[in-house]
């Protein structure tokens, strides 16, 4: 009888029968679940996920620390970077961070590396001057550059609150190297 009082329940509150309440819940179930995997740090989500990501020495730091859980391994100051040492910070080599640079900080933007490692959408910014390009929304390799010359108040409204969000999400680990030429023409090729 308590059965049937909670599928009479079920309907009533949903206007579906339980069968349907049933299979609409453990679909949204496996969607928050499919979601919420997506901000995971890789070695939480599955170890053979993380055997690409990290270095051998570093896996086994990791097992010499049982239960302990290391989402990512802590940011290295680089102090002051040339944009060519800057470069070498891409995300093609594992053993090290992901670095880009905003408005002369570089930040460590490992944590993001479905996003900014090789296969991910901007990876084009990796260890590049991104501040050009994220004021003018823009994938166009010449626009990877600190020039800030010709940018109008909207775009460096939008450059401040990339910046913003960078300060928030990503640790702050150098800054780049003053040089004593504008860096417009650089492509970075």
């Known amino acids: ?3 049937k009082g909670i599928a009479e329940a079920v309907q009533a509150y949903t206007g579906l029968s339980p069968a349907a309440a049933v299979t609409i819940l453990a679909l ?8 919420s995997s997506l901000f995971v740090a890789p070695d939480a989500a599955s170890p053979a996920l993380a ?3 990290n270095p051998p020495q570093q896996r086994q730091e990791q097992q010499e620390e049982p239960g302990a859980f290391m989402p990512y391994p802590d940011p290295v100051q680089v102090g002051e970077i040339t944009l060519e040492q800057l470069a070498a910070y891409d ?18 933007v490992s944590r993001g590396r479905l996003f900014y490692g090789p296969q991910g959408p901007y ?6 001057d991104a501040t050009r390009a994220l004021a003018l929304m823009s994938f166009d390799p010449i626009d990877l550059t600190g020039d800030l010359e010709g940018l109008g108040p909207d775009e460096l409204e939008v450059l401040q609150d990339w910046e913003d969000k960078f300060k ?16 417009g023409n650089h492509s970075g090729a």
Not at 94 to 106: D, E, F, S, Y
Not at 123 to 128: P, Q, T
Not at 168 to 182: D, F, Q, W
């Open 91 to 108: 995300g093609k080599d594992p053993a090290k961070p992901i670095l880009i640079a905003i408005r002369g900080q570089v930040y460590d």
């Open 51 to 53: 055997a690409p990501l």
């Open 168 to 183: 928030e999400r990503y640790p702050t680990v150098g800054h780049l190297a003053s040089e004593n030429a504008t860096d």
């Open 1 to 3: 009888m308590a059965e």
């Open 28 to 35: 949204m179930l496996a969607t928050y679940l499919l979601v």
């Open 123 to 128: 990876s084009l910014f990796a260890g590049r």
